[in-house]
Each structure stands twice: as C-alpha cells, then as structure tokens.
C-alpha cells in the first residue's frame, strides 16, 4: 500500500515539473549586425568593422580576476587559526569577489605543517578554514557559498623538515571549484 502511494505521488511530481512549451516550437534566430556605413547587414566576426570600431570582448569568468587568483592563500602562525592583520585585505578582496557572483561557490581549505599528530593537524586545519570563513561572513558573504574542509598535513605546499617549508605550509586556500 505504501508503495502505490509513494509512485502516485512521484507521478503527480514528475508531471507537475514539465512543461507545455515544445522546444522545436522556439524561433531560432542569426545574430547579425547592421553596418551604418552601408546599410548591409553582416554577421558578426572578430575583425573590425569597415568604419573602425572593434567589436567589445568580454573577458570569460576564468581570466576576470587574474591577480586574485595568484593571491588566494593566507598564512598562520604556529598552532594557530587567527587570521594575520596582514591578509584582511586579501579576505575583503575575495569577499567583494563572491558577494559579487550569485552563485559562486567557494571551498577554503586548511592545512597544517608536518609537526604534530594528524588528528590534531586534522582539527588545527579545520580551524583554519572555519577562521577565514568566519572572516567573509562577517564581510557579509552568505555561508551558504562557503564550505571549510581540512587536509591537515596531507597536501604540503612545500616538502620540507625545516621552518622555511613549515611556515608555508600553515595556510588556509581559497578555491573556487
């Protein structure tokens, strides 16, 4: 019995969800442009045109904010997850960043050196990620964007038994998936 209610319900479901509007019913159009010097209309291309001007490119999402994508890494202290005076105004960059995409989703990940035991490297990576997301939400980034996930000392920036190599692998990165 609870199985013919559960398929009903799953057909009114899936029916609800369709549409009335047939694709092949859409009108497809050709893009062209209207060339002022002439009158003739022209498909649009990448050259410029007969009067001079260029066409606009826009550039894609990828390549928009190049130096933001080299500046995506804050660094830590020894056993520590406060966030360095130093790198507020990279989080205040990547937070205008996200505010100003919809949608866009962001991994912060953290990571510990290789001193240490892993469950505590586990959580002191945890902490880490949870400080910069705490510090773009404050920035006004909804959570809901932001997901912290710890590597601890799993992915090292730099191999390395010494403090120039520890001290870049204390860090919490910035990903945009």
């Not at 209207?34 to 009067?51: F, I, L, R």
Request: hydrophobic share 40%.
């Amino acid at each position: 019995m609870k199985n013919c209610i559960l398929m009903i319900c799953m057909s009114v479901l899936l029916a609800s969800c369709g549409t009335s509007v047939p694709l092949n019913d859409v009108p497809v159009t050709e893009a062209t442009t209207k060339n002022v010097a002439d009158g003739n209309a022209t498909a649009t291309t990448g050259a410029t045109s007969q009067s001079g001007v260029a066409p606009v490119v826009l550039p894609d999402s990828s390549t928009a904010n190049v130096a933001m994508a080299a500046a995506k890494v804050i660094y830590f202290d020894l056993d520590s997850y406060v966030v360095k005076p130093e790198f507020q105004t990279l989080i205040a960059e990547h937070a205008r960043f996200i505010k100003a995409g919809e949608s866009r989703k962001v991994v912060i990940e953290g990571h510990t050196d290789e001193t240490g035991g892993r469950e505590y490297n586990l959580a002191l990576g945890q902490k880490r990620a949870e400080s910069v997301v705490s510090a773009l939400t404050i920035l006004g980034v909804p959570a809901a964007h932001l997901e912290a996930v710890s590597f601890g000392k799993e992915k090292p920036a730099l191999l390395g038994s010494d403090e120039s190599a520890w001290s870049k692998n204390r860090r919490a990165e910035i990903r945009y998936p």
